[in-house]
Each structure stands twice: as C-alpha cells, then as structure tokens.
C-alpha cells in the first residue's frame, strides 16, 4: 500500500505546476540517437495555450538548454612580433548549447530583470563562476560569439510560429557538434511581460551503436582501445600492401 | 554520406577523409617520410580538435609507414639493426613527448608550442634541403662528378661504436640514440612521424647511404607511431578510430601510388620537392603566429 502512495505522490510532483491550466507543449522526439551518419536534426516543440482569454499579449519562449561543462577563454596578445595566449578566464558550467526561440524580440516581451531571471536570452547565459584576474565580460562574450558560430548557441526571434491564436511551433536546430547528454525544453508562456506558466520537458541526446560503445572503450580500457588503432592500422597497411604486391 | 567521428564528436564527408589521407599517403611513399607534418594541420583546420588531430594522425602514419616500407623491405633497402637502435631512443622520446604535451594543455600554449616548433625545424630543414638538393642539381647540369666523400664529424668519434653492416658504418650508438629521442618527442607534441627529421639526420649526420635511408627511418617510425598512439590513448583519450580508419584507407592506396612514383623521379628531384613543400608549411605557420589573428579569443572546453 505504502508503495502505491508514494508512487501517487511522484506522479502528482511530477505534473509540472500550472501546466495543466495555461500551457500542453510536447517535443516531435524525446531522443536523438547519433550514428554514425548523423549530420544533426531538428526538434519541433509544439504545444497549446489554453483559455488564451487576452490574445494579443501572450507570448511563447522556447528555451533548450544541453549540458553544463567548464569552459576556458584565451585571449591572444602581441609579445615579442608573435600572437600567443594571454589572458585568460574559466568559466564554470556554462551549458554546452543553449537555443532560444521567442514569438518576438527579447526585449518586447518581458523587461530586462524578468528575462535575467529565468535566464532568457544570450545576454543573460551566465556561468555560476568566473575564473580571471581580468573584467570577464569580453571573455563571456567571445565565448557566446564562438558558441552561435559552431551553431550550438542560437537565438531567434520569430522562432516560434502561431498557428492559431492557441496553437503554437517552434522548430530548434540540433547540430552535429552537440555534446551528447540530458537537454531540457523549457517552454514559457509569458502575458504582458511576466511568466504565468512554464514547462519543462527533458529530451536526451545520446551515442548509440558502434559510436556508443567506440567511446566507451576509449574511456574505459583505453590501452585496449589504442592497441586496436595500433592492430587496425598495420594490418591495413600490411593487406594493401600485399594486394598491390598481387598487382605486380 | 557523412560520418560521425565519436571521439571527435563532429560529422565529416567520408570522401573528404579519405582524400585527405590519399594526398597524404601520396607524399609518405614519395619521400620516405610520414607527411603527418602536413595531415595533422590539414585536419586542424578542417575543425578537429587539435588533440584529436595530433593522436591520431600517428596511427595513420603507422599504416602508410608499414605499406610504404613493405615495398621498401622486399627490396631489402633496410638497416634492421640502426632502426632498432632509433627506435630505442625514439620509444623514450615518445614517454617525454607525451608527457610535455598534457603539461602544455593545462597552461593553454599548446598553440604556440607546436606552431613554432614547426616553423623552427621545418625552416630549418627545408631550407638546408633547398639549399642541398639545388646545388646537387647544378653540379649534375655541369657535368661535374658525384659530391665529395663526406669529411669525418666529431660525432663518429664517440664511445660504445657499433657495426651497421647495411649501412656500412662503423660509428657510435650515442648520435642515433639522441636522434631517435628527439624524433620520438615529436611525434608525441607534433602528431607527426619525424621523417622530415628522420631522413635528412640518417643523410647528413650520420652519413647513411641514401637507398637504405627511407626502409629503416620508416621502420623507425612505425614503432614510435605506434607508441604515441597508445599512449595518447591512454592518456588523453583523443585517439578516433573511425577517423584512423578512412585517412589510412586513403593513406594506404596512396602510399603505394607515391614509392612508384618515387621509383621514376630522380633523388635530386624528389628532395628539391620536398624541400619546397616543407617550407611551404613552415612559413604557413609563420604568418599564423605573426599576423594579427581574426579573433584573439579562443575557447577550449575544459580548463586549466
């Protein structure tokens, strides 16, 4: 008995609070396999205002965060007629990729301390710590500005499409370069500039297949796995150069 | 189709490594050496990590090595004896080579380490080869006779001498010992096989005939490329071997492309050749370390 109660109990904890008022959205697919072709994808999260009463003021906020990890930031100076690395900043657990959609801009939406709050908006990406004896902001920035040129950072405007009044898409771009682990989906419904409800949806990115386990080789019995390389590579050489030997 | 490489972690074009390995390989059974001078930057700037990239070309070059000195073996153009002696030295290098290159991560000078190194060995060498092989094409053009025998260097009066009957050399085992080291520490931080190194010491240092020299420095970097990958394996975890697999399926074919092409070229043209591609890469570099970069910033996951 004791164990069905607890288990009512996590299914009650787990239905994300106010969500089943004012806002359903779901993911095309709540896990991306990469293979051994993969090139990246795209996730459509779609979802439903309900009771949308003031429609003109709601507004849609798509949010994907990936994994944190620590990410060092050189800066590059001129000693002595050569470039090399200077300055530099660590900054503690910044998520490996972070794409926002929004029905509008930003700053339309929601003023500057609502946004900072939730942590919307590149702007507002921030590390729990930073590591320099130097002002961080130029390093943080160049840390964005790297992230949205390999395509894991991303922030668009007009990213989420109204279908209807109530209906509502965003398409979010997953690149090949992702770091595999626990995304999550954030959704916000926000009116007249504050959250009245949001949801949360974990979507898994992981390594399947030969890839999968490639990997896992190479970090659990990695002398096994470099002798493999080894093994590969002279029996490759060793049977082209028998084939071309045939050829003579 | 693209391939995904899991170590990695990004998706390339599988002709595109297999073309980069082919061009590659073309190069190693042409001179003699590894080419991973040229393959470990051609990757790096194809967006591999630069770990990945150092790691895992040593395998690559240990599979065009092994196909390259097969056809060179059956010929029995090899000193076993002198490899074995470079290789000793060159397993201890590699030890060194690896640990300096973890060292040089943590403080973030990486970069720097192997771009000068590279710009100071290959202008070095390739402008000697240049030099060389130009002055050896003039004297051919005036009918002048083969070069000179070499005058006695101090090194060939050391300690501990060994016969090299291949070789036909009488001479210490100190100069091949610290020329294999210093080979070995170069495969480790440079992702490269050393041949660049290798071919011109066993030529100009130790005064090996020329048509033994490319059998024995390519059994010598087999067995330091294969250190290095194991070791890189081991400790920094950044060896790929799905991208091992399409650059040595390129290298392979190309390697044997390249020894018989070799075999119709003239020794001075070759390494006139070689001399111009080496400095190529090397003053490449150069202006990569004294122009004012794009972006002074980059960024490395991880940290210090």
Redesign the interface.
């Known amino acids: 008995m004791r164990f069905v109660v607890l288990t009512t109990a996590a299914l009650l904890v787990a239905t994300p609070a106010g969500a089943s008022e004012d806002l359903v959205s779901g993911l095309s697919q709540d896990t991306v396999e990469?293979?051994?072709?993969?090139?990246?994808t795209d996730i459509v999260v779609f979802g439903a205002i309900e009771r949308p009463e003031e429609v003109g003021s709601n507004d849609i906020v798509v949010v994907v965060r990936g994994p944190t990890?620590?990410?060092?930031?050189?800066?590059?100076?001129?000693v002595a007629?050569?470039?090399?690395?200077h300055d530099?900043a660590?900054l503690?657990a910044m998520p490996?990729f972070y794409y926002l959609a929004s029905t509008r801009t930003l700053d339309h939406i929601a003023p500057a301390f609502t946004l900072e709050r939730y942590a919307l908006g590149l702007d507002n990406i921030a590390p729990t710590r930073i590591?320099s004896h130097h002002d961080p902001e130029?390093?943080r920035q160049?840390?964005i500005?790297?992230?949205q040129a390999e395509g894991v950072y991303g922030e668009v405007p007009g990213g989420v499409e109204l279908l209807s009044p109530t209906l509502f898409r965003a398409r979010i771009p997953v690149a090949?370069?992702v770091?595999p682990g626990q995304y999550n989906v954030d959704v916000y419904l926000l009116r007249d500039g504050t959250v009245i409800s949001a949801q949360s949806t974990p979507l898994y990115i992981q390594?399947t297949g030969l890839?999968?386990r490639?990997?896992n080789l190479?970090?659990v019995e990695?002398?096994w796995?470099?002798?493999?390389?080894?093994l590969?590579?002279?029996l490759?050489?060793?049977?082209?150069?028998?084939a071309?030997?045939r050829n003579e | 189709?693209?391939?995904?490489l899991?170590?990695a972690?990004?998706?390339v074009h599988w002709l595109i490594l297999l073309g980069m390995g082919g061009a590659i390989g073309f190069l190693s059974g042409l001179f003699g050496v590894g080419g991973g001078f040229l393959l470990t930057p051609l990757l790096i700037f194809y967006g591999v990590p630069a770990e990945v990239a150092v790691a895992t070309t040593a395998?690559?070059i240990?599979?065009?090595?092994?196909?390259g000195a097969?056809?060179q073996w059956?010929r029995r153009l090899l000193d076993l004896k002198m490899g074995s002696v470079m290789a000793a030295g060159g397993l201890g290098g590699t030890v060194f080579g690896v640990w300096l290159f973890t060292l040089m991560r943590r403080y973030?000078?990486m970069?720097?380490l192997v771009s000068?190194s590279y710009v100071i060995l290959l202008g070095t060498i390739g402008g000697l080869m240049l030099n060389e092989s130009l002055a050896a094409l003039r004297a051919r053009r005036g009918g002048a006779g083969p070069a000179k025998r070499a005058p006695h260097l101090w090194m060939h009066g050391l300690p501990f001498k060994m016969r090299f009957r291949e070789s036909r050399l009488y001479i210490s085992v100190i100069p091949p010992i610290i020329i294999g080291f210093g080979v070995g520490v170069l495969s480790a931080i440079m992702g490269v096989g050393g041949g660049f190194v290798v071919v011109p010491a066993m030529i100009y240092l130790l005064r090996m005939p020329t048509n033994v020299v490319m059998g024995t420095s390519l059994f010598q970097i087999i067995v330091v490329t294969?250190a290095t990958?194991?070791?890189?394996?081991?400790t920094n975890?950044s060896?790929d071997?799905?991208l091992?697999?399409f650059l040595?399926?390129g290298g392979?074919?190309g390697?044997?492309i390249g020894v018989r092409t070799g075999e119709r070229l003239h020794g001075e043209q070759l390494r006139l050749l070689l001399a111009l591609t080496v400095l190529a890469v090397a003053v490449k570099l150069f202006f990569g370390?004294?122009?004012?970069?794009d972006?002074?910033?980059?960024?490395?996951?991880?940290?210090?």
């Not at chain 1, 490759?236 to 028998?242: C, F, K, Q, T, V």
């Not at chain 2, 240990?62 to 196909?67: F, G, K, R």
């Open positions: 990469i293979t051994s072709n993969y090139t990246g990890a620590d990410m060092t930031v050189r800066q590059k100076e001129w007629g050569i470039w090399i690395n530099q660590k503690v490996t590591v130029p390093f160049a840390l500005r790297h992230k090949a370069t770091t390594q890839e999968r490639l990997y190479a970090h990695p002398l796995y470099g002798v493999l390389t080894v590969m590579a002279s490759l050489g060793w049977l082209s150069a028998a071309f030997r | 189709m693209e391939i995904y899991p170590i972690e990004m998706s395998s690559h240990t599979a065009s090595s092994i196909s097969l056809a059956r973030g000078q970069d720097l000068s294969a990958t194991v070791l890189q394996a081991t975890y060896v071997i799905v091992a697999l040595i399926l392979v074919i390697a044997q370390l004294v122009l004012r970069p972006d002074p910033f980059s960024v490395s996951t991880g940290g210090p």
